[in-house]
């Protein structure tokens, strides 16, 4: 069973455009973590968030953790072709393993 | 340093058959994790592995199961695989968790096809 959703599923847009990528639970996390992947590799870690209202900024991508730590965002400044990928979120419910999201497909236009 | 690894790269076998996925942490990380991930499907919590116990597992059947060796690097069997068993296979490790956050880092992952 999903306890995370991400949306949204698909996002395609051109490059030096913003977006936005969410990730809901109805369950508190105790932290939560953004990777990103591509075709045929493992996920890479980009960000932790454990404090409510907490904001991480990583160059162009900012990350907000929601205030009752059950919500996420990940937002993309002038994104760029090299920001295509799978974003997925990932929530630890203090239950000793990481709930992934199903992620958000990302496609940066040259 | 280096980071998780993970062999095969690709692995194909036949319905019925036994898979072996090995995985070696990053050095310092007691903790290791599987996870499926199949198409369409995300990633699904397979195996957790700590000081050389199984601490916790998914909703999958026994005939996954694994072990982690005292030098932290771990392995995952997969007896009578079935077609559905096809997917990427990614081992993860982390600090151990005493409190707190951790983090986890992952390797490239095992692709294994079943036929």
């Known amino acids: 069973t999903q306890l995370l959703e991400q949306s949204p599923q698909f996002l395609s847009i051109q490059e030096g455009e913003n977006l936005t990528v969410y990730c809901n639970s109805s369950?508190?996390?105790?932290?939560l973590q953004w990777y990103r992947q591509e075709p045929g590799e493992g996920p890479v870690l980009l960000v932790t968030?454990?404090?409510?209202?907490e904001v991480k900024k990583l160059k162009r991508l900012t990350f907000q953790f929601g205030d009752a730590r059950k919500d996420s965002s990940l937002h993309i400044t002038a994104a760029q072709p090299g920001d295509t990928g799978l974003y997925l979120c990932?929530?630890?419910?203090?239950?000793?393993?990481?709930?992934f999201g199903a992620g958000t497909t990302v496609t940066v236009r040259a | 340093e280096a980071g998780v690894t993970q062999s095969p790269t690709h692995l194909i076998k036949t319905r019925g058959q036994q898979a072996t996925l090995r995985c070696s942490p990053i050095?310092?990380?007691?903790?290791v994790y599987w996870y499926q991930q199949a198409l369409g499907l995300g990633l699904q919590f397979l195996l957790w592995?700590?000081?050389?116990?199984?601490?916790n597992r998914g909703n999958f059947p026994p005939r996954f199961s694994g072990r982690q060796f005292p030098n932290y690097s771990s392995e995952l069997n997969v007896n009578a695989l079935e077609l559905e068993d096809s997917a990427l296979y990614l081992c993860?490790?982390?600090?151990?968790?005493?409190?707190?956050?951790?983090?986890?880092?992952f390797g490239p992952g095992t692709r294994l096809t079943v036929t």
């Open positions: 592995y700590d000081e050389g116990e199984e601490r």
């Open positions: 369950s508190v996390f105790s932290s």
């Open positions: 050095s310092g990380h007691t903790s």
């Open positions: 993860a490790s982390s600090l151990r968790r005493t409190s707190g956050t951790y983090e986890q880092y």
């Open positions: 990932a929530g630890d419910f203090n239950d000793y393993k990481l709930s």
């Open positions: 968030v454990v404090t409510g209202g």
